[in-house]
């Protein structure tokens, strides 16, 4: 059975910083495709970015330049480091990973961004 559980979410002011990460258990190796989803109250949930076993990484245009997405192969484990955060930026973020050609989700973790 396949886990993901988040931690670092939290409240932070315009502009400020916040990590988050997410941790895959279960009998996981080499997995395709590991990202971060986010939904905001009112709106569909929406990619925020993802990584490949390879690297390649994909965001979201909103995101690019302020959000990095990283992964350690070995501890099947991907973060999110956010910078520069904006008031838009509030929703609950979710991890998601693609193995076997299936979609496991994490719950989520909420990101407040408001002075």
């Known amino acids: 059975q396949v886990q993901l559980v988040e931690s670092g979410g939290g409240l932070v002011q315009p502009g400020g910083s916040l990590r988050l990460s997410c941790a895959a258990s279960?009998?996981?190796?080499?997995?395709?495709?590991m990202g971060w989803y986010r939904q905001a109250p009112g709106k569909q949930r929406e990619l925020v970015a993802e990584?490949?076993?390879?690297?390649?990484?994909n965001y979201a245009d909103s995101v690019k330049g302020r959000f990095t997405i990283s992964r350690d192969n070995t501890k099947n484990t991907v973060s999110l480091q956010m910078n520069s955060l904006q008031p838009e930026d509030t929703a609950v973020y979710s991890c998601?990973?693609?193995?076997?050609?299936?979609?496991?989700w994490g719950k989520g973790t909420l990101v407040t961004v408001s002075s």
């Open positions: 998601t990973v693609l193995w076997r050609g299936m979609q496991y």
């Open positions: 279960g009998r996981l190796f080499s997995i395709p495709v």
């Open positions: 990584v490949t076993l390879g690297g390649n990484t």
